[in-house]
């Protein structure tokens, strides 16, 4: 499956397709998502620790990403030459996939309920165009990046279920 889909990206690299992918691949930074979020934390809903949890959220994910490269190990593919600079980290599992997943999903979950569908596709598409960026470029394994999305949300569903985000400091049973 990993090959194969590294083979597909491969047949389709174009140069007008090679920059955009480029330049798509940094919106699942770190240098992109964290002042992202930071910013989106200070203009959004809620006050106090609720507005801690998108930056501390993605920073959560990006922390949950580097050890389990350093656990796993795994090398970066190289059935092709990659088209990006090839980092020096290990493959397993997609930090770009799994930091912009677990941003997308925490945005989600923290804003306002209003207007959720449009908020949703363009999320979706956001995760689908850096995850295909990341194996456009070569320098990811499909499956470090599919397992990169479901970490991603896995672990911004469970940074939301925690109580502290949601205590506004006065005794609340419904809180």
């Given at each position: 499956m990993d090959g194969a889909w590294l083979s597909l990206m491969h047949?389709?690299?174009h140069p007008l397709l090679t920059s955009?992918?480029?330049a798509v691949t940094w919106l699942g930074s770190l240098a992109v998502l964290?002042?992202?979020a930071a910013g989106l934390a200070w203009?959004?809903?809620?006050?106090?620790?609720q507005r801690l949890f998108l930056p501390l959220?993605?920073?959560g994910a990006a922390g949950l990403a580097q050890i389990l490269k350093w656990l796993i190990d795994r090398e970066r593919p190289d059935l092709f030459p990659a088209l990006a600079a090839m980092p020096a980290d290990a493959?397993?599992?997609?930090?770009?996939a799994m930091q912009v997943t677990a941003c997308v999903t925490a945005w989600l979950l923290w804003r306002e309920r209003t207007q959720q569908a449009g908020a949703l596709a363009i999320g979706i598409a956001l995760v689908g165009l850096v995850?295909?960026?990341r194996t456009y470029l070569q320098v990811h394994f499909l499956s470090d990046i599919l397992a990169g999305v479901?970490?991603?949300f896995l672990w911004s569903s469970l940074c939301y279920r925690l109580a502290f985000w949601r205590w506004s400091g006065r005794c609340d049973t419904n809180s």
């Amino acid at each position: 499956m990993d090959g194969a889909w590294l083979s597909l990206m491969h047949a389709w690299q174009h140069p007008l397709l090679t920059s955009a992918m480029s330049a798509v691949t940094w919106l699942g930074s770190l240098a992109v998502l964290l002042p992202l979020a930071a910013g989106l934390a200070w203009y959004g809903p809620g006050n106090g620790r609720q507005r801690l949890f998108l930056p501390l959220t993605v920073l959560g994910a990006a922390g949950l990403a580097q050890i389990l490269k350093w656990l796993i190990d795994r090398e970066r593919p190289d059935l092709f030459p990659a088209l990006a600079a090839m980092p020096a980290d290990a493959s397993f599992p997609s930090a770009h996939a799994m930091q912009v997943t677990a941003c997308v999903t925490a945005w989600l979950l923290w804003r306002e309920r209003t207007q959720q569908a449009g908020a949703l596709a363009i999320g979706i598409a956001l995760v689908g165009l850096v995850a295909v960026s990341r194996t456009y470029l070569q320098v990811h394994f499909l499956s470090d990046i599919l397992a990169g999305v479901v970490l991603g949300f896995l672990w911004s569903s469970l940074c939301y279920r925690l109580a502290f985000w949601r205590w506004s400091g006065r005794c609340d049973t419904n809180s």
